[in-house]
């Protein structure tokens, strides 16, 4: 029980972890699109490594969970 109750919570903290990095390269590509005017290929890199985790821990979630 004790052991099923951490790996919630890490692959919860997971989620968490990589919502925040996927918004927060989704800020600095508008950014730097709609302010500075240049399109910078780097926060795309981070974009879709994000999405990646993200739907990796929330299979790896839903799967614990059940």
Same mark, same amino acid.
């Given at each position: 029980?004790? /052991?099923?109750?951490? %790996?919630?919570? $890490?692959? &919860?903290?997971?989620?968490? $972890?990589?919502?925040?990095?996927?918004? %927060? +390269?989704?800020? !600095? $590509?508008?950014? /730097? &699109? !709609?302010?500075?005017?240049?399109?910078?290929?780097?926060?795309?890199?981070?974009?879709? +490594?994000? &999405?990646? &985790? $993200?739907?990796?821990?929330?299979?790896? %979630?839903?799967?614990?969970?059940?």
């Amino acid at each position: 029980m004790k /052991k099923r109750l951490l %790996y919630l919570r $890490f692959w &919860l903290f997971a989620i968490c $972890f990589t919502s925040f990095w996927l918004l %927060y +390269g989704c800020f !600095v $590509f508008i950014k /730097k &699109l !709609v302010i500075e005017n240049n399109l910078d290929i780097q926060p795309l890199y981070l974009i879709l +490594g994000m &999405l990646l &985790l $993200f739907f990796q821990s929330k299979n790896e %979630y839903s799967k614990a969970k059940s």
